[in-house]
């Protein structure tokens, strides 16, 4: 993949950013949410690439647009699958909270597990976890294994789980080792990025969430040097069919990250809100700043991007 496409899809996020923004705290979490899809619609046909959309909005009888198998690009370019999430945290936003991005990961065609809309268990963790973790021992066993590796007491390390009912046992397995908790209410993708940032106060991530958003945090873990683990967890015969129908024979696979995301990949995210991992947007009189990350397995590099908008002289969006 040409390296200069990481910076042309930024301007898709950054687009999307901005539309979603414009509806934060409104409590209409669709309208943020379609904003956002509209946004990066539009803005991807402007980048020459044969895309398919391969983590999407859902199936096509599920979703208008930016569907799973949904063709997008130019037409013109490199043959390209796209994993995006117009607006992660869509209640977040709506409720203008903390954490809400939006984010796509791009691989070669082939990179990405196309994993149905359905739940998976995970863990994640930043470089110095890499290779400990095991998504089959208990939280207290994978937070020792991490305490030994960044020589600190298990009391030291802080775990980010989303706030669900089903966690419950999770959440008192954690406090029960000794370590600190971080509840969200949502946007397990930025909270998987912050295992990696080193001055985010967040060390791992465990839990069950959506398996679309799974396969987006391996990618930017791989980029960034992390550890991710999956396990798929249907809720439905039905959706254990769709992912037959998808090629998933073995139902109970734990996922490494190269499994996940293999190959070439890229990931690129612009804040919605203000979160750990990425300043929101901030609307200034005709225009707005906003904070994006871009990176690419193959180089490693990382790039923090501040962008100043300006609405009087930028086609609409």
């Known amino acids: 993949m040409n390296r200069n496409l990481a910076m042309e899809f930024v301007r898709v996020t950054e687009m999307a950013a901005i539309a979603s923004a414009r509806w934060m705290g409104r409590g209409d979490e669709k309208a943020a949410d379609q904003a956002a899809v509209d946004a990066m619609r539009s803005m991807l046909d402007t980048i020459d690439c044969k895309g398919t959309v391969v983590i999407g909005e859902g199936e096509r009888d599920e979703?208008?647009?930016?569907?799973?198998?949904?063709?997008?690009?130019?037409?013109?370019g490199p043959a390209l699958d796209i994993a995006l999430d117009p607006l992660e945290g869509t209640t977040v936003c709506a409720q203008?909270?903390?954490?809400?991005?939006?984010?796509?990961?791009?691989?070669?065609?082939?990179?990405?597990?196309?994993?149905?809309?359905?739940?998976?268990?995970?863990?994640?963790?930043?470089?110095?976890?890499?290779?400990?973790?095991?998504?089959?021992?208990?939280?207290?066993?994978?937070?020792?294994?991490?305490a030994d590796a960044k020589k600190c007491k298990m009391a030291e390390l802080t775990v980010c789980i989303l706030d669900r009912p089903r966690h419950e046992g999770i959440i008192n397995e954690v406090r029960e080792a000794?370590?600190?908790?971080?509840?969200?209410?949502?946007?397990?993708?930025?909270?998987?990025?912050?295992?990696?940032?080193?001055?985010?106060?967040?060390?791992?991530?465990?839990?069950?969430?959506?398996?679309?958003?799974?396969?987006?945090?391996?990618?930017?873990?791989?980029?960034?040097?992390?550890?991710f683990q999956g396990v798929l967890k249907f809720r439905s015969d039905e959706e254990i069919g769709r992912a037959k129908k998808m090629g998933i024979t073995d139902l109970d696979k734990i996922y490494a990250i190269d499994e996940l995301a293999n190959g070439n990949v890229m990931f690129v995210a612009t804040g919605v809100t203000t979160g750990t991992f990425l300043d929101g947007?901030?609307?200034?009189?005709?225009?707005?700043?906003?904070?994006?990350?871009?990176?690419?397995?193959?180089?490693?590099?990382?790039?923090?991007?501040?962008?100043?908008?300006?609405?009087d002289t930028k086609p609409r969006y």
């Open 63 to 76: 979703a208008p647009m930016l569907y799973i198998g949904e063709k997008v690009g130019s037409g013109n």
């Open 96 to 146: 203008g909270a903390s954490n809400s991005i939006s984010v796509m990961a791009i691989a070669e065609e082939g990179g990405f597990l196309n994993a149905p809309d359905t739940y998976m268990q995970k863990i994640a963790v930043g470089p110095v976890g890499r290779g400990l973790i095991d998504i089959r021992e208990t939280p207290q066993e994978n937070l020792r294994r991490l």
């Open 178 to 227: 000794g370590a600190r908790i971080k509840l969200i209410g949502d946007g397990d993708v930025a909270a998987s990025l912050a295992c990696c940032e080193p001055y985010s106060g967040v060390d791992m991530l465990i839990g069950t969430g959506g398996a679309p958003e799974g396969v987006i945090s391996a990618a930017a873990l791989r980029c960034m040097g992390g550890d």
């Open 281 to 311: 947007v901030r609307f200034r009189p005709q225009g707005a700043v906003t904070k994006s990350i871009v990176m690419r397995s193959q180089s490693g590099t990382i790039r923090r991007i501040e962008a100043d908008h300006h609405f």
